[in-house]
């Protein structure tokens, strides 16, 4: 049995004496957040407003949007009609002036700091123990199309560990992974045809051999094996490219043949119109 009782900021202790049971992903999404919630809690209040590498967003702008979509990702589990009426009013804000970051400040009612971490921490536990008791094929609404339960906590686990990665670089702390990144990794693979499609490019027929050694030192491999058409290396650095939170010239992946270096120039694994990668030697650890 696992037992979580934990003190977080401002002195509400969290817990839960109940057995991991259900689905795993979303205990690995706990897990992911407690890690970045153990980097940000020693933060002086001051501290939060720091500006990341990421788009200038500060600690505390990385925090708010986590914060938010995981309320969004628990409302569309719990109720859809609820879920569906919150989605169409933020697009609506969103397209407002200030946009993303002024719409994000409102939902949290203007909280930063330890304030914010504290909001964050109790709805984020909630939302691993909701999505651990759901049935993981339950489809549930998002932005785009329905997905299951276990694809919604999957893609909020990638998005917390890809935008945490901005607060580790300007803090210049070394994350230290897990095998959980995993999870990470099967979404990019995931994503090869998307990627593509996404930029209205044909779909190359000749899959990479996707072939990276997990932080345990274990092997992961995936599509036919191949010594012409292979990504190869360290599954961190494979997850930080196609969350597009490194450059693939920023890494240690060998990447070799058309296909695999054109996947690595332009990988997303993340919704929404293409992005490109940022340009090499601009995301580092500060």
Same mark, same amino acid.
């Given at each position: 049995?696992?037992?979580?009782?934990?003190?977080?900021?401002? =002195?509400?202790?969290?817990?839960?004496?109940?057995?991991?049971?259900?689905?795993?992903?979303?205990?690995?999404?706990?897990?992911?957040?407690?890690?970045?919630?153990?980097?940000?809690?020693?933060?002086?209040?001051? #501290?939060?407003?720091?500006?990341?590498?990421?788009?200038? @967003?500060? %600690?505390?702008?990385? %925090? +708010?949007?986590?914060?938010?979509?995981?309320?969004?990702?628990?409302?569309?589990?719990?109720?859809?009609?609820?879920?569906?009426?919150?989605?169409?009013?933020?697009?609506?804000?969103?397209?407002?002036?200030?946009?993303?970051? &002024?719409?994000?400040? #409102?939902?949290?009612? =203007?909280?930063?700091?330890?304030?914010?971490?504290?909001?964050? +921490?109790?709805?984020? *536990?909630?939302? &691993?123990?909701?999505?651990?008791?759901?049935?993981?094929?339950?489809?549930?609404?998002?932005?785009?199309?329905?997905?299951?339960?276990?694809?919604?906590?999957?893609?909020?686990?990638?998005?917390?560990?890809? *935008?945490?990665? &901005?607060?580790?670089?300007?803090? =210049? *702390? #070394?994350?230290?992974?897990?095998?959980?990144?995993?999870?990470?990794?099967?979404?990019?693979?995931?994503?090869?045809?998307? /990627?593509?499609?996404? +930029?209205?490019?044909?779909? $190359?027929?000749?899959?990479?051999?996707?072939?990276? /050694?997990?932080?345990?030192?274990? %092997?992961?491999?995936?599509?036919? $094996?191949?010594?012409?058409?292979?990504?190869?290396?360290? &599954?961190?650095?494979?997850?930080?490219?196609?969350?597009?939170?490194?450059?693939?010239?920023?890494?240690?992946?060998?990447?070799?043949?058309?296909?695999?270096?054109? @996947?690595?120039?332009?990988?997303?694994?993340?919704?929404?119109?293409?992005?490109?990668?940022?340009?090499? =030697?601009?995301?580092?650890?500060?």
């Amino acid at each position: 049995m696992v037992s979580v009782c934990q003190t977080v900021a401002g =002195g509400h202790a969290l817990s839960n004496d109940r057995p991991r049971e259900g689905l795993s992903t979303a205990w690995d999404f706990l897990d992911e957040n407690d890690a970045l919630y153990t980097l940000v809690a020693p933060l002086k209040p001051a #501290e939060f407003s720091q500006k990341t590498l990421f788009k200038d @967003w500060t %600690i505390d702008d990385v %925090i +708010r949007h986590l914060h938010l979509w995981n309320h969004a990702a628990l409302l569309s589990l719990q109720d859809e009609a609820a879920f569906v009426e919150f989605f169409a009013d933020s697009r609506k804000k969103l397209a407002q002036p200030g946009g993303r970051q &002024a719409f994000e400040l #409102e939902w949290a009612e =203007g909280k930063g700091g330890l304030e914010l971490i504290d909001d964050w +921490r109790k709805l984020y *536990h909630q939302t &691993a123990e909701q999505f651990a008791a759901a049935d993981p094929k339950k489809r549930v609404k998002w932005a785009g199309p329905d997905m299951s339960v276990r694809s919604s906590i999957t893609a909020r686990l990638m998005e917390t560990w890809a *935008h945490a990665q &901005a607060v580790y670089d300007v803090l =210049g *702390h #070394e994350r230290a992974d897990t095998d959980r990144i995993k999870n990470v990794a099967v979404i990019g693979i995931n994503t090869f045809g998307w /990627t593509f499609k996404n +930029r209205g490019l044909d779909v $190359p027929d000749d899959v990479p051999y996707v072939r990276l /050694t997990a932080p345990s030192g274990d %092997i992961w491999e995936w599509n036919e $094996p191949s010594e012409t058409n292979v990504i190869a290396g360290g &599954a961190t650095a494979f997850c930080q490219v196609v969350t597009q939170t490194r450059n693939v010239a920023d890494t240690d992946l060998q990447v070799t043949g058309k296909t695999a270096n054109r @996947w690595m120039g332009m990988a997303q694994c993340f919704a929404g119109p293409p992005h490109d990668p940022p340009p090499p =030697g601009t995301r580092y650890k500060q």
